[in-house]
């Protein structure tokens, strides 16, 4: 894990933001130089506004000039820039070690094109080794914690609540042989409000690894 790449991936894809765009911020410690180094191209007279998918993301964009608006009162945002946990060549990615992929997905369903920026650490085979976080309405928690056992993970429950009042469990599989399968089950367990498991919002990754940036892009065909 390398602080060069992760600001080298974010001044990657900091080149798509473009004057007049919406721009969705994601969250964490690579989104954090995004933060930065976007705030830096306001200050030369970039024209942008912003929806932050943290309460953190939210204050350090303010606090370098970025304008931010409440994504309550926004349906579609053009181009979102987030973190991962893992990716992988089909552009499948675990994200919320840092608890906010429930924002982070729905800002990401409501953007036109959504990147992943991350280190080289980040880039797998297949997803699966990371812990899977998912965000639980507190009253669900047991019930919730059973099912997940059931589908096969190790569940632990995270310290604190969301920027929502939620809880997090985080659901170790080991392996997530079918992804989308598993998905469509965590979905449909009552009181899971949201995974980590990001299947089809990617539309590409900046992976940054000794200095390199490489550019996955979803294969459109
Ligand atoms: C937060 C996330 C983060 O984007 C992800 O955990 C990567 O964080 P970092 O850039 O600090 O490694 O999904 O919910």
Redo the contacts with the bound molecule.
Sequence with gaps: MSDDD?RRAAEAALREVQDGMLVGL??????AFLISALGERVSEGLRIEAVA??VASARAAAAVGIAVRDFAEVARVDLTI????EVDARLYAI???????LR?KVVAAASTRMVVI?DGS?RVEGIGAAKLPVEVLPFARAFVTARLEALGAGVEQREGVTDNGNVILDARFGAIPEPVRLAAAIDAVPGALGH?LFLGEVDAAYVASGGTVERIERDEG
């Design positions: 992760k994601g969250t964490g410690s690579t989104v998918t943290s987030d973190g991962a946990d994200k919320g070690a840092g608890g906010a992929m982070e991350a980040k980590g």
